[in-house]
């Protein structure tokens, strides 16, 4: 979820809270703090690249998908999809 | 609570590992959070308040941040036991088997063969749960790993006391060897791997919080 978030072009925590909270319509409701541990690991593995950025005067590190996280990306949508097919046809 | 003392409390909680950075991420969420909410015409300190709620618990997001940094730290630790390891190969064989002057007994001496056979048993052993940590390691198996590296770095301190007692005795048994400088130096760089790769483990266990 938080790769998908960076889809659209970098962002800053602050925003990727923001953008995982609109798209699930307040589905993940989660303490937001929690969000930056599991960037780090994204950036750990490759997948993320991050830099500091000043902004109206406000320092934010901001988060983009490598090329690496973008292929993880698009395997696990594509991973998950066929899950929720299947588990569709299943409860149907 | 105020964002100052919020973010008071979390660095006392956090390990060395990226603290400073995941302070100030912190604390740039924390005051945009509280700026969005004073635009909205929010009170100042109820912002505040309401920022650091939002953020989570400080054990919570501390204890999350901990396990991150533990996983990581375990990853490197398994890395520096393994390059431990194949250092180990200096001073075992390949260093008096092929640059000391030839020795000189016909039958080597018992002590000696049961020294290098220990410390290559002991050597191979401490390869075995390197491996086992490493795989572990990287499919997220922490206590695992951590049993596995803390095996394999007792048992390379082991290999080297052997490796070093079989290295003592080639030396005195074989006269005009001169290779002491290498053979201790070999073994010095053992031991100072494994004391970091030590040291990487008892740290990965530390950055564990209390659940």
Not at chain 1, 11 to 17: D, E, K, L, T
Not at chain 2, 1 to 11: C, F, N, V
Not at chain 2, 121 to 139: K, R
Request: proline share 4%; aromatic share 6%.
């Amino acid at each position: 979820m938080l790769l998908a978030t960076l889809q659209g072009g970098p962002a800053h925590g602050y925003r990727i809270v923001e953008l995982l909270r609109e798209r699930s319509s307040g589905t993940f409701e989660l303490a937001e703090g929690t969000v930056y541990p599991a960037l780090h690991r994204l950036e750990r593995e490759g997948l993320l690249l991050s830099r500091w950025e000043v902004v109206s005067g406000r320092r934010r590190r901001i988060y983009r998908l490598s090329r690496r996280g973008e292929s993880t990306l698009a395997r696990r949508r594509r991973q998950w999809f066929e899950l929720a097919d299947a588990m569709k046809e299943v409860l149907a | 609570m105020t964002i100052e003392a919020y973010l008071r409390e979390l660095g006392r909680l956090l390990p060395s590992t990226r603290r400073t950075r995941f302070l100030r991420e912190a604390e740039s969420h924390l005051r945009e959070t509280a700026a969005a909410l004073v635009a909205k015409g929010v009170e100042p300190g109820e912002a505040e308040r309401r920022a650091t709620e939002a953020f989570g618990p400080v054990e919570v997001v501390a204890r999350a941040f901990c396990e991150e940094s533990a996983r990581h730290a375990t990853r490197r630790a398994t890395v520096l036991t393994l390059g431990a390891l194949i250092l180990l190969v200096l001073p075992l064989y390949g260093i008096p088997e092929n640059t000391l002057p030839p020795a000189t007994w016909a039958v080597k001496p018992a002590d000696l063969a049961w020294a290098q056979q220990l410390a290559t048993g002991l050597w191979l052993a401490s390869l075995a749960f390197g491996v086992v940590a490493v795989t572990a390691a990287v499919f997220d198996r922490a206590p695992l790993a951590r049993a596995g590296l803390a095996l394999a770095v007792a048992a390379g301190a082991a290999s080297c006391l052997a490796a070093g007692y079989a290295a003592a005795r080639w030396l005195g048994e074989v006269p005009g060897s001169e290779a002491s400088a290498v053979l201790g130096g070999s073994g010095a760089v053992a031991l100072l791997a494994f004391a970091g790769a030590g040291l990487a483990w008892a740290t990965s266990k530390r950055e564990h919080l209390p659940r």
